[in-house]
């Protein structure tokens, strides 16, 4: 099951209480590539598991100012196929926000992005570039 929620104040214990084991894991911060941060505002997707009451896999998706895109900061699931479910949400929660774009930053090898539309557009260092889709159809 995914759950949708935005941060703000009066939802911090929604999302920290059931995500905050994901967030201090060191093995999780490796495979994000860095510590997770995010801010009132961003919408948070936790993915959890029913039978084990436990999350295991989020996504935070940050509305860019002065811009009709977002930016996924952090997709992070304990399966690849959990991780294609966070993505879809993610993408269909764009569309219903009419955003126009999404980017996001990830190692070069990750296939997800490709997978679900996304085009490699230029490079942030050794292993990582930049990933971005398009979500409106372009007028002719």
Same mark, same amino acid.
Request: charged share 30%; no cysteine.
């Given at each position: 099951? @995914? ?11 929604? @999302? ?30 936790? !993915? ?52 126009? !774009? ?16 996304? !085009? ?21």
């Amino acid at each position: 099951m @995914i759950h949708k929620i935005v941060q703000e104040k009066e939802n911090y214990q929604f @999302i920290f209480g059931p995500v905050g084991r994901l967030l201090v894991d060191k093995d999780v911060q490796k495979i994000l590539g860095i510590a997770v941060n995010a801010e009132d505002g961003d919408v948070w997707f936790l !993915s959890s598991d029913m039978s084990e009451g436990i999350t295991t896999g989020f996504a935070v998706v940050h509305n860019l100012k002065n811009r009709n895109a977002s930016h996924i900061k952090y997709l992070y699931a304990e399966s690849s196929k959990e991780k294609g479910r966070l993505l879809k949400a993610i993408i269909k929660h764009l569309k219903g926000e009419k955003k126009s !774009s999404a980017h996001t930053n990830d190692r070069a090898k990750e296939t997800i992005w490709a997978d679900f539309g996304f !085009s490699r557009s230029g490079s942030n260092g050794d292993s990582f570039v930049k990933w971005e889709i398009e979500l409106e159809e372009k007028k002719q």
